[in-house]
């Protein structure tokens, strides 16, 4: 029902920033909740930011928080992860997910839509 697919990653030096993009195809994603989740080599995916549909309410990892910035434009279907001051131990897989519960969570199993993923690798 919902197709999402990220963009905006790459190859950075430590410091440095990057915005992800999530584009969602549906008119039903502003409906949604939205999360990122990471996952790196050698640790399991993990809760980066979530958003609720509204956009109101946000939650942040402890280990992003201050660096990183989860919000989302309705009116374009697009939610958007900022992310600066960015360190080696944020080189990843980012992907995007989305609904369809009505709630916001981090927890990965109760989001039905994701998207394909984009690499994140900070060199130091």
């Not at 999530?22 to 008119?27: E, F, H, I, L």
């Not at 280990?63 to 910035?69: D, E, L, Q």
Request: aromatic share 12%.
């Amino acid at each position: 029902q919902v197709q999402l697919v990220e963009s905006g990653g790459g190859l950075v030096q430590a410091g440095a920033s990057l915005r992800l993009s999530c584009a969602a195809s549906g008119r039903t994603f502003s409906n949604y909740p939205m999360g990122w989740f990471r996952q790196a080599p050698g640790k399991e995916r993990e809760f980066v930011a979530s958003i609720s549909w509204t956009g109101t309410n946000t939650k942040h990892a402890d280990s992003v928080k201050g660096r990183f910035t989860i919000s989302r434009d309705n009116a374009k279907n697009t939610g958007y992860l900022q992310m600066n001051s960015l360190k080696p131990e944020d080189t990843a897989v980012y992907y995007c997910a989305a609904g369809p519960r009505s709630y916001t969570t981090t927890n990965p199993n109760q989001y039905g839509y994701w998207g394909q993923g984009t690499q994140v690798t900070v060199s130091s």
